[in-house]
Structures are given as C-alpha cells and as structure tokens.
C-alpha cells in the first residue's frame, strides 16, 4: 500500500510541478480587442477599448486630448532572464497599430507618437506626454533606474536627434533612440497608416539579438532594426510588456488593432522553490510512513504477544460490549487482588471476590501465562456480553490494560452447585442439603439457560461445559450458568491449527461422539446437561473417562444408570440425603429424560426446548430402551453437518461457541 501512495504522490508532485513550470512562460493573442478583454490588461486612465482596437490615446471629439500619456499592459509579467541559469528566454511579438493625426489645419505641427514597451512595473511614468512618448520623463530621461526599453514610432521631430517625423527607433531608458530608421525610403508614411489599414510590426529577440520589421497591405516586409541587444543588463529578470502612446499640442489616435506574444519558458526559480516546497515534505511524509510502518512491523514482529491492542477495537466494535473498566479500579475493588478475597482459582487465572460501586462483584484475572487467547477473551466480552438471561451469570464488564485481561462477573454468594451435591470433603464440611424442590429448580433453571443459549437469543451459543461446578447458585439457590469453573479444563488452546481436533468440555461430561469429532454441537451440549441432572439427582461426580475404549466404565454414571434402567431400578440412583421425599412419578420421568439426553446416538437426544416440555410436565419423557444402545460411529449429528463449516478452529477453544447462521 505505501509504494502506491509513493508513486501517487510523486505523480502529483512532478504533474504539480510541470503545471506551475508552465506558467513560466507568456503566451497571448488578441486577434481583436474586445470590452471583455480589459481583465487581461492593465489601462491607464483615458485609455480605452473602442472600435475593436486598443485606443492608447483616445480621440474624444469635444474634448480634445493633448499633452497626454496613456498605457496598456499585460496583466502577467514574463520572466525574461534568470541570473542562476545565466540564460535569456527569447520572445516574438506581432501587432498592428494605426496611428491617425488631427490633420485639421490649425493643428500643426502633428502630436508625437506611440512605442512597444518591456518595463520593469505597470507604474505609468508621470509627465510623460509630449515628446517623451510615455516612456520616460524628464527626471528619468538616461537613467538606469528606467528600467525601460522600447521600440518607438515617432511621428514628429521633437527635437535634434530625431531624424524625422517618421521613423522607428530602439530605445533604452531613454527617449534618445540608440538606433532609428526613417519609414520613408521604405514607402510607409506612420500618419496615414490609414492608407494601407494598419502597419503590422513583428519584434524579435532571440536573447542576443533584437530585430524589427515592419509591412503593410501594400509593401512587403522590411526589416527595420537588428541590433545585439543584452537586455539583462537594463531590465529586471521579470518584465511586463506593453504599449505606451503620447499626444502634444495636438491630438493624434495610437490604436492597438491585434497583438500576439510568444515567450520561450525559462523554469521560474521561485515556482521551482514552489515544487521544492510541495515536493519534499511530501516525500518526507511518505518516506516516514515507510519508516514507521517498518519499525511497527518489525516491533509486532519482536513482541508477537503484544497483539492485544486491537481487542479494544474489535470489543468496542461490537454494539453489545459491555462496560470497559480501568485497571487501577479493579485493582482498587479487589483490595489490590489480596489472596483473602480469592474465589477460585483456574488455569486461565484467578477469580476474586470485588466491590464495585459498594456492589458484590467477580473479577476473572487472566494469568499472563494463560493460554486463554484472545479471540477467546474476546468472544466472551462480545458474546457473553450480549446475553441477558436470569439463569445466566450476568458479564458486567472488561478491562485491557498493561496486557492484563480481566472479566468482571456478578457475584454469586452461594457459589457453586458441585459443593452443595458432592460436599467438600477436604475441608471436612457438609453444605446443607438441597431439597427435592431445591434440586429440581436448579435443573430446570439450568434447562432454561442452555434453551436461551441454543433457540433463544440472536445467534445460537454453545456452552461446550457444562457441568455442576459451572453452575452458580444466587443467595435464592436459583441456578445461574456460568465459566468459572472453565478455566481448569481448556489447557490445549496452543493447538489452534485448522487439523487439530482440540477436545473441549470435561471428561464425564462429554458426548461419546466428541471423542472422533473433537465437535461441540447443540448435542453434546445436551449430553452434558443429561448427566449434570444424574449428578443432581444421584449426588454422584460422573465417574471419569477420557477415550472411547473407556465408556463402557462401569465408574460411569451414564452406564450405572442405564443399568438401572434395565433392572427397574432407577429410584435406587436417588441422592439418599433426600430422605425419600420426593414425588416418585416425577423422579422416574426426571431420570429418563436424563437418559434420552444421555443418549449414546446424538439424533436421539432431545432438544433442549423438548426437555423444557417434559419438565414442566407438557409432553412425557421420551422413550428410552431398556439395555443402553451400543454407540455406532459414524452417527453424525443432525446439526453438526451444517454447522461444521461455522467452527473455526480458534472458537473450538472457546468456552462459549457462537454459531453463525441459524
Ligand atoms: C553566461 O553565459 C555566457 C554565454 O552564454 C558566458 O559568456 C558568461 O560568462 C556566463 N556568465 C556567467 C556568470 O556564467
Ligand atoms: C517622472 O516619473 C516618475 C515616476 O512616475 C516620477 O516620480 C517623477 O516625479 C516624474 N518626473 C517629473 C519631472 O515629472
Ligand atoms: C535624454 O537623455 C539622453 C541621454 O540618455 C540625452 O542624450 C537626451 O538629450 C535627453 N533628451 C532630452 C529631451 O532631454
Ligand atoms: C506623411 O503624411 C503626412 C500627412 O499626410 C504628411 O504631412 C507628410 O508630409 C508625410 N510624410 C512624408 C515623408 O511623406
Ligand atoms: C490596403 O488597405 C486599405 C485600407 O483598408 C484599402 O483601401 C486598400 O485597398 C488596401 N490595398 C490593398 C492593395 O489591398
Ligand atoms: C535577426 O536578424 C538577423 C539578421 O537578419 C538574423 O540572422 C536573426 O536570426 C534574427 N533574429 C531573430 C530572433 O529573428
Ligand atoms: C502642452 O505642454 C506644453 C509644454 O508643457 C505646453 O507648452 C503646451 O501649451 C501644452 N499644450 C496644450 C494644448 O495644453
Ligand atoms: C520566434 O520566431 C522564430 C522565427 O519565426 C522562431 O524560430 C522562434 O522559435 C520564435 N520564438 C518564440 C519564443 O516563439
């Protein structure tokens, strides 16, 4: 991407460049001279545009213009020498004039004449009618500080040195021509130029040499004038040229009819400062950014861990994230994470007990060693974020800081159901029994979480671990879905390659089929759910068993209850802190149901909706056979075909799983 701009940006710089190299030069032609035309000159007072022709000075009838001066310019200068470059541009210029003496009889003798100026500024000499042509003045006659040089047509002897009433002459900072020709031998008369409609002039300077010609509709061209001219030596490197006109006792019309001006380009130096200028920050800016993009690629290559700064983006990009906490707060709620507030504690980090707001809360803290990635840290901000359910524990917030990851959890006073159905015998203490009634909320509550995450909210979520010490319970013992416990079973998550069959969840839980799939699909999580209500009901831990060779363990409690089943025995599996009080009918249909979602053929088991059914005593369980149906692979789940194609190899590891495309 950078060298694209690279190149943009030096096209434009050298397209920049060659665009104002351009104005460099002068180039115009007024085939005729129009009203509209006056914004491209400069016109002194009382010169005008009339009759298709530039009036230099005017033929006002009732107000006869004498002892005048009048100007045009071009609005632009041109540059004409660079000292730098030590060079000359060269120009050529054509016009027509027609120049129209009062030749009434009083008038005598006729008025002066007009001259094709270079001038150093448009500054129009004052007194400079008369004799001087427009020229110069009296003070500035023979002075450098003219800055003038032009080409006369002089219509009158004004004094000494003028040969006649009718000659052209090169003039430099003075009206005392340095060379003049008579237009007599060459049959031109410049006061009846109305005689051959105009007299057309072409000056040319080649940067040494200045020539003058001149013809009319009757005469060929002569050339006039050919003088060695340095022209740098009198005027500045840029010039304006032009025309001047001056009347005497007499008034006399010197009209402009046409004008045409070409100019070679000398690179101007301070448009080239210009390119400069535009030029080197641009290059500067670009070639900074490649330095930069180079030293932030080769930083994230030094430290790949530090690719945590774009979760922030992709968390705040999501609408649903929740609250972003700083660090120093959670740090400050959680008594700077004092070992006393502990929770528990997981291969992914520690939870601690925090207040917030003067409110129970509890901040998951990622070890820095946790192989808890983080897409995962960002699946569940964005994901567990989104959910709103009573029976799941509530996400409040997050905090990236310091490459610390930290989720902040509702806090659940009762915390987990495993130490109310299996005790803590390490600490030698017995939680009060839960009740039949107790136990059954819990369940259905559990139902209700996994029918939200499958069906009810916007994209279908796995849960992928469920199990008793996931389960939270509220100081009302409702059952809330929760990840603490996650963190002990998901160590592999270095393994995210797209051939890696990672297998996520805890053993005892998991479905028969996960073990050739290493798949979590909307049945295992059901498998799942089935044996976390064996535990419920029997206050027995699963029994362990990782590899398929494993299953038929009679340790369990899958199998145990399955023969059971078979003996019609079921009610023997009853916790036996339950002191038989319980409803009978409804333990059996809770037992089978268990086994229907226990099932060994996933197509089988129930969906979690169905199982909501039968537990509010809508539809009665499924059936269930007797012996345990032998487990035959492959025996692909109805939902895992399409949903195989969603799983990324990266969600696999996450102990939530989004599915797109419901
Ligand atoms: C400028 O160029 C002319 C020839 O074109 C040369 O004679 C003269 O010495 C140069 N002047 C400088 C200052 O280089
Ligand atoms: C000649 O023209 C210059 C520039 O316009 C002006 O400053 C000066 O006064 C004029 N001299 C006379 C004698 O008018
Ligand atoms: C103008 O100045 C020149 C010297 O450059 C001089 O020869 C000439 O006589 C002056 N003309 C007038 C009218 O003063
Ligand atoms: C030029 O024309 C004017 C006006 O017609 C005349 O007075 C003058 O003598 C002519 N000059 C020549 C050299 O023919
Ligand atoms: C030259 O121009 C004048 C004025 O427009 C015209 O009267 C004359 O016939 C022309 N002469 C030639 C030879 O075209
Ligand atoms: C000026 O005239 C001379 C001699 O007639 C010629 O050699 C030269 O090329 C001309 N210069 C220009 C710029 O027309
Ligand atoms: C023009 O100026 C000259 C010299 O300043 C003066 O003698 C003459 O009377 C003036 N002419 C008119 C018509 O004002
Ligand atoms: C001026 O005219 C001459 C001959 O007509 C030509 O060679 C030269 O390139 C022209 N110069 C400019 C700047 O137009």
Redesign the pocket.
Known sequence: MCFSKVFWSLLLAVLLGGALTQVGCLDFNFPTFKKEDEHKLIISEGTTILMNAVQVTPDVANDPITNYSGHIFYNKPFRLWSKSKNITASFNTTFDLRITPDLSPKQSPVGEGMAFILAADTTFPQKSEGHWLGIVNASTNGSRQAKIVAVEFDTRKSYEEDIDDNHVGLDVNSIHSIEQVSLTRYGINLSET????AIKVRVQYDGKVMNVSAK???TSEYKLISLPLELSSYLPEKVFVGFSASTGNAIQTNCLRTWEFHSSDIVDEELEMLWVWITVPVVLIVLSMIVFYLYWQNKHREQPEDAYPRIEDQIQGSSMAPQKFKFKDLRKATGNFNPKNKLGKGGFGTVYKGFLASKEVAVKRMSKDSSQGKQEFIAEVTTIGSLHHKNLVRLIGWCYERRELLLVYEFMPNCSLDKFIFGNEKLGMEEPTLSWERRHTIIYGVAQALDYLHNGCEKRVLHRDIKASNIMLDSEFNAKLGDFGLARTLQQSKNTHHTTKVIAGTPGYMAPETFLTGRATVETDVYAFGVLVLEIVSGRKPGSQNEQSDYNNKNNIVYWLWDLHRQERMLDAVDSRLSNEFDEEGMLSMLVLALACCHPNPHQRPSMRTVLQVLTGEVPPPLVPTERPAFVWPAMPPSFKEDAENFSSGSQLSPFTELTGR
């Open positions: 109305y005689l051959y409609d009319t509709n009757i």
